[in-house]
C-alpha cells in the first residue's frame, strides 16, 4: 500500500507538473529534478513560509543574506569539508563501476556499514570477498570520494573552487561584516536560502536525495558564557525526542519533553538549539504534518558532521522512504569561526563591553615565532595565528598533558615554542568566539513531504488536502457552462483574482465534476462556480474541496474570502 | 560628480549591509559578490515584483518552473554553448598572466576589437607588437576560452557537467512536459528565477559583472504562423529604440515608437518580442527608473549571441558604468528546439489541430540510411535526426542552391542521400516547432540600479527615495524617549507589524533626528514617533521619508495604512 501510494504520487507529479527528472529528453541526470509549474509555486510559498518563521518572526535578531554557490577552496579547507566531507567508494577493476563502499558491503553481507573507516571496509571486503554485483569482478581501489562539486575560477588552473554543499559557510565568512552592519548585537541569525550541491556517489531516491537542491539555513550566533533566554512560550507543545543513549540501546520510543525542560536536563546542549527545533516543527506543522508524526532523532556521535557536537533530525513518516530527515538541527560551536580564523588570519571574535571596566588577571599564549618560522617556514603565519586564537585554557590543558607537543589547529608544535604568562590587565570587556546552532531544511524534499501528506484516495475521487497556504493554486473559477454572461462573469472574477496576485485557475471544459476532479487532484482548496443564479443575484457558489460543502457568496467578495481564508487556515 | 556617488552607494552598501564582496576575509573574489541583510530583502521584494509582472499578472499563458544549474555536457552541446560561448584570451609567456584578449587590445591601442575573429587579434596582436602590460613578455596561446564552469558528475571523469549560464536550457528540455502538463496550448511562456554562472576572464566591474548571479528570465514559446495578439493595452507607454542600422551610422538618436506600431514596421521582428519589452519597461519603472531614462538598443549581427535572430538590450544610465544592461530581449527562433530535437531524438514539435482536417500534399524527405550509415558511422543516427526534423523547405532550397552537398544541423550530407517527395496526404493539423522570445534580467544589477536611482543627497541629509516595494524595510518605529510607557507603545506597534510580516526597525538610541537619519540613509519610507501625546490620545506621529511630511493617526491603524501604501506606491 504504501508503496502504491508514493508511485500514485509520482504519477501525479509527472502528469500534472510537480516534478520530474531533469533533462528527460537526454534521459535523465540521477539526483536531479525539475520542480514542475505545480512544484515551483508549491516551493514559492513553502519558502515564504519558512522566511516567515525564522526571519520574519525573528527579525529583531535575524536576517536573512545570499551568498554564492561557487566558493575558492581556502574556505572549504579551513571547514573540513575538504578533509571530511567524503564518501568511501571502491571501483570494480574489470568493469570500471564505481560503488559507494559502505553501501555495497552493506547490500551484500546485511551488515551495517556507514561509519565504518576505509581500513574496516577493506577488511571486510577482502575477508568476505565481496565482488562486483554487475560482473563479478574484484573490487579494488577503495577511497574516500569528496562530495564536493569541483571547478575552476577564470583561466588559471590553480583558482580551484568548489560548489557550496552548504550555505553556512557564507554565513560564516561574511558573519563579521553582518554583525557589524547589524549594530554588533548577539543574538544573531544569519538566514540564506538558495542551492548547494551535493556529489552523490549514485543517488536513486528520487526526490529524497537531490545532487543540487535549495537549502534553507540559519546560523545563529550567541554568547556561549550568556545565551539569552528564548521565549518558547511563542511557539507551543512539545519535543519528542529519541535520544543518542536510547538509540544505543535499539530503543525506538523517544521521550516527550518540554523544550525548556530538556535544555535543563542537558538532553538537548543549549538552549537555541532546543528553541529552534521548536520553531522547526512549528514550521513543518503548517506543511500539513501534524507534531505527533515528528521525532527529533538525536546522532550518534559517528553519524554526526566533523563540525558538530551535538546535532539532532527533524525525522517524518512518509510512504515508501519511512522516516525521513526533514530538518538538521546541528550545534556547531565556535569551530566554523575558529577554523576561519586560523585560515584567514583575522579576527573573528566579537567584544562584549562590561558594564565597568575591571582590573583581571588574564592568561596570554606567547609564541616562540623563531622556532616556528624555522619549522613551519611558509605556513609560519597561519600557525601563529592558529595559537594566538586558539583557547588559552585548552592551550594550557594540553601543555600539562603532553610534554614535548602540543596540537593546535592541526599543526604539532613542540611545547618549548609555546610559553603562557599571566598579565594583570584593566579591561573594559570580554572578546570571545560566537557559538553557533543551525536548523538547515531541504525545500525540494518538503514538497515531496507535503504531498505525501496531502494525498487522500477516497472511493469517489483523489484530492490533495494541502493546507491553502501551500497549495500552488489558491483558487479555481468555473462558469457553469460556457455561455455568456457566465463566462464574462467568471473571467471577471478569474482576473480580479489575478490583480489580487492570488494563484488561480480558470477552467471551462468539461462537466463541472470533471472540473472539480480535476482542481481537487492538484490541491485547489476553494471553488466558485458561476451559474445561472449568479447573473440574477450576483451571487456564486464557493465549494470547499476537503468537505466538498457548498455555500454561496456575492460574487465581488470572492477576492476578500479567499484572503482571509489564506491568513486563517 | 557621477564617480563620486558610484563611491558613496558602495561605501553605504558595505557599511549599512546591501552588498560586499564574498569571501572578503580570504581577500575576496572577483565577480563574486554577497547580497547583505538589506541587499537580500531588496531583491526579494524586486524578484516578487518580477513574479509579478511576468508570471502572475500572465498566469493564463506562464508558468514557472525550477531546474538545476548543473547541467550535464550534451545539453551545451545541442544549445551551441560549447562552441559559441568563449571570450578570445591570450598568456603572456613570460608572467603567465592571462588576458582576454579583445579587451587589452582596446586597452592598449585604442581601436573597437569586441567581436574580432582569433585570427584578426592575433594579426592585430602581432603587427602592432601588443605586449603584457604587467611585464613587458611577450603574448602567446591566443585562444577561445569558454565560459562555462566545468565540473563532473559523481565519480566517473567522463561525466563531464557545466553550471549553466543562462536558465533557458532548463526551459528548453522540459518544455514538452511543461507543455503537456498546460493542457497542450500555445502561446506558452516558461518563466524560471535561479542562479547562473559565468566564467568571466577578470570581472572588474564590481556588482555589475558577476560570476554567479540570479537570472530572472522567460522562454516564451508561440507558433510563428500564428503567434496570436498581445493585449499592449494592459502596459501603457511607447518603445525608444536605437536600431541597429542606425547605430552602424554612428547614431546614437533612438526612435520613439508604439510597441505595435514597431512591430508593423519589421523594426520588431515579432509581436511577442515588442509585447515584452513593453513589460519590462513598466517593471523597470517600479524599480525607481523612468521611462525617459530607458532606451532599447538593437544588437548587431556581431555582437548577438549564436542563437539570436534579433536582441534588444533594455539600457539604463547609471553612475559610473553610464549605460548598462537591465534586460536582453532576444528572439531565439526555433533555435534551441531544433538543436535539442537533433540531439536528443526526440521529437518537440507540437501539434495544432485544423478546424477541419485537409487532405493536402506535403512535402517529405527521403533520407538514403545506408548513405549516411557508411558516411557518418556511430553519429547516423544523430544525423538521420537532423535531416527528419529539419525545415524541408529549407532542405528543398538548399538542394537547389548547392548541387553537390547540403549542409543540416552542422553536418554535410551527399545531396544524393537526400530526396525530397511530394505525398498526398489527409492531415488533421499542423506539426510545428515552436518560436521562442526570451526577456532576462539579472536581480543583483537591479538593485545597483535602483539604489543608484534612488541616491539623494540633500544640504542636511542623505536618503534614498526608494519605491516603497522594494524598499528593505518598510516601517521604523521609534519611541520619542526610552521611557515608559512610550517604549510599550512603540514595542506593541513593532509587534504588531512583525505579526503583519512586514520588514519593519525598531529604534530607541540617540537623538530622534538621528535615529529619522540613520533610516532615511537606507530608504525605509515611513517611520512611526510614539511621543507623550500618543499616551493620551493613542495616535502617533508618521514621518514620511521623501518630504519629511509629518502627521498624526490612530496608533492602531499603523499596520493598515502602511499596507495600503505599499498597494498604492
Same mark, same amino acid.
Given at each position: ?124 571486503? &577482502? ?5 562486483? @554485483?554487475?560482473?563479478? #569482478? !574484484?573490487?579494488?581501489?577503495? $577511497?574516500?570520494?569528496?562530495? *564536493? ?67 534553507? &539555513? ?5 554568547? @556561549?558564557?550568556?545565551? #539569552? !533566554?528564548?521565549?518558547?512560550? $511563542?511557539?507551543?507543545?512539545? *519535543? ?16 516527550v519533553v518540554d523544550p525548556e525542560e530538556a535544555v535543563k536536563e542537558r538532553i538537548v546542549l543549549n538552549p537555541w538549539l532546543a528553541y529552534w527545533m521548536l520553531v522547526a516543527q512549528a514550521f513543518v506543522k503548517e506543511l500539513g504534518v501534524n507534531e505527533d508524526e515528528v521525532v527529533f532523532e538525536e546522532k550518534l556521535p559517528e553519524e554526526r558532521a566533523h563540525y558538530s557536537k551535538q546535532t539532532f533530525d527533524q525525522l517524518v513518516k512518509i510512504s515508501r522512504w519511512g522516516w525521513v530527515e526533514v530538518s538538521g538541527h546541528a550545534y556547531r560551536t565556535d569551530y566554523d569561526l ?59 590543558e594540553a601543555l600539562k598533558n603532553k610534554s614535548n607537543e602540543v596540537v593546535v589547529g592541526g599543526y604539532s608544535i613542540p611545547s618549548e615554542a609555546i610559553k603562557i604568562v599571566e598579565v594583570r590587565e584593566r579591561v573594559s570587556g570580554r572578546k570571545f568566539i560566537p557559538h553557533v546552532v543551525e536548523p538547515s531544511f531541504g525545500a525540494e524534499r518538503l514538497v515531496l513531504v507535503a504531498l505525501d501528506k496531502a494525498y487522500v484516495e477516497e472511493a469517489d475521487r483523489t484530492y490533495l488536502k494541502l493546507p491553502p497556504k501551500i497549495a500552488p493554486y489558491k483558487l479555481a473559477v468555473f ?91
Open positions: 500500500m504504501s508503496v502504491d501510494k508514493y508511485e500514485k504520487i509520482v504519477d501525479l507529479a509527472l502528469r500534472r507538473g510537480f516534478f520530474w527528472p531533469s533533462y528527460e529528453i537526454y534521459g535523465g541526470v540521477s539526483g536531479l529534478y525539475d520542480l514542475g509549474p505545480l512544484g515551483a509555486l508549491m516551493k514559492e510559498y513553502i519558502r515564504n513560509l519558512w522566511i516567515e518563521y525564522f526571519v520574519l518572526k525573528h527579525q529583531d535578531m535575524v536576517v536573512m543574506i545570499e551568498t554564492p554557490m561557487i566558493t575558492p577552496e581556502i574556505v572549504f579547507k579551513a571547514s573540513g569539508h575538504l578533509e571530511s566531507f567524503t564518501d568511501p567508494i571502491v571501483t570494480c577493476s574489470k568493469c570500471g563501476r564505481v560503488y559507494r563502499a559502505d553501501h555495497l558491503v552493506e547490500d551484500v553481507l546485511k551488515v551495517k556499514a556507514e561509519g565504518l573507516s576505509l581500513d574496516e571496509l577493506k577488511e571486510l571486503i &577482502e575477508s568476505k570477498n565481496v565482488r562486483c @554485483p554487475a560482473c563479478g #569482478g !574484484e573490487l579494488s581501489d577503495l $577511497r574516500a570520494f569528496n562530495l *564536493l562539486f569541483q571547478t575552476n575560477i577564470g583561466p588559471y588552473k590553480q583558482n580551484v573552487a568548489y560548489l557550496r554543499p552548504e550555505a553556512a559557510q557564507g554565513m560564516f565568512t561574511s558573519f563579521k561584516r553582518t554583525y557589524t552592519c547589524m549594530r554588533a548585537s548577539l543574538p544573531l541569525g544569519i538566514a540564506q536560502t538558495g542551492r548547494v550541491a551535493r556529489n552523490e556517489i549514485s543517488p536513486r531516491q528520487g526526490m529524497i536525495r537531490l545532487r543540487e537542491f535549495t537549502i534553507m &539555513e540559519v546560523e545563529f550566533f550567541f554568547d @556561549p558564557e550568556e545565551p #539569552g !533566554e528564548p521565549n518558547y512560550s $511563542r511557539f507551543k507543545g512539545k *519535543l519528542k525526542i529519541l535520544t543518542a543513549e536510547c538509540r544505543r540501546k535499539d530503543c525506538r520510543e523517544p521521550i575558529s577554523r576561519h580564523m586560523t585560515y584567514s588570519g583575522q579576527d573573528l571574535t566579537v567584544f562584549k563591553e562590561f558594564p565597568e571596566p575591571k582590573e583581571v588577571t588574564v592568561k596570554k599564549v606567547v609564541v616562540d615565532k623563531a622556532i616556528i618560522g624555522k619549522l613551519f617556514k611558509e605556513k609560519a603565519s597561519e600557525v601563529i595565528n592558529a595559537v594566538i586564537y586558539a583557547d588559552v585554557l585548552k592551550i594550557e462558469p457553469l457552462v460556457t455561455r455568456e454572461p457566465l463566462v464574462s462573469l467568471a473571467r471577471k472574477i478569474y482576473r480580479d483574482c489575478v490583480e489580487a496576485k492570488l494563484t488561480v485557475i480558470y477552467d471551462e471544459s468539461g462537466s463541472i465534476g470533471r472540473r472539480y476532479a480535476r482542481a481537487d487532484e492538484i490541491g485547489v482548496p476553494f471553488a466558485v462556480t458561476v451559474d445561472y443564479q449568479s447573473v440574477e443575484d450576483s451571487t456564486v457558489t464557493i465549494r470547499l474541496r476537503d468537505t466538498k460543502e457548498q455555500f454561496r457568496i456575492k460574487a465581488d467578495e470572492v477576492v476578500g474570502w479567499v484572503r482571509k481564508q489564506l491568513e486563517r487556515l
